[in-house]
């Protein structure tokens, strides 16, 4: 078993900037991939980055791609989640997921997940 909290997340204006972190727990000896992903109210809970195990892959949304950054300190057991240049269509939940075997954007694959961090990008 993984445990996995979130933290970081805020109020920020339009164009602002926050990093988010993704302390993991428990079971961390083994090679997790990494994903966040966000809710916002009423709508499904979408991708936004994977990190694998290494380090040496990544992925992104489109819609985050170039403003965004996903990054991870195995050492500290942490994931991070730089997020700059942020819109008001960014608000939302946003969740770490972590899974033994898959890397990729369903979240339907993550076995872990944390309890979200609020985000929201006032206009």
């Known amino acids: 078993q993984v445990q996995l909290v979130e933290s970081g997340g805020g109020l920020v204006q339009a164009g602002g900037s926050l990093r988010l972190s993704c302390a993991a727990s428990?079971?961390?000896?083994?090679?997790?991939?990494m994903g966040w992903f966000r809710q916002a109210p009423g709508k499904e809970r979408e991708f936004v980055a994977a990190?694998?195990?290494?380090?040496?892959?990544?992925y992104y949304s489109d819609s985050v791609k170039g403003r965004f950054t996903i990054s991870r300190d195995n050492a500290k057991n942490t994931v991070y989640l730089q997020m700059n240049s942020l819109k008001p269509e960014d608000t939302a939940v946003y969740y770490c997921?972590?899974?033994?075997?898959?890397?990729?954007?369903?979240?339907?694959?993550?076995?872990?997940w944390g309890q979200g961090t609020q985000v929201t990008v006032s206009s």
């Open positions: 997921a972590a899974d033994l075997q898959y890397f990729g954007s369903s979240p339907r694959e993550y076995d872990y």
């Open positions: 428990g079971r961390t000896g083994s090679s997790y991939a």
């Open positions: 990190i694998s195990w290494s380090g040496g892959s990544t």
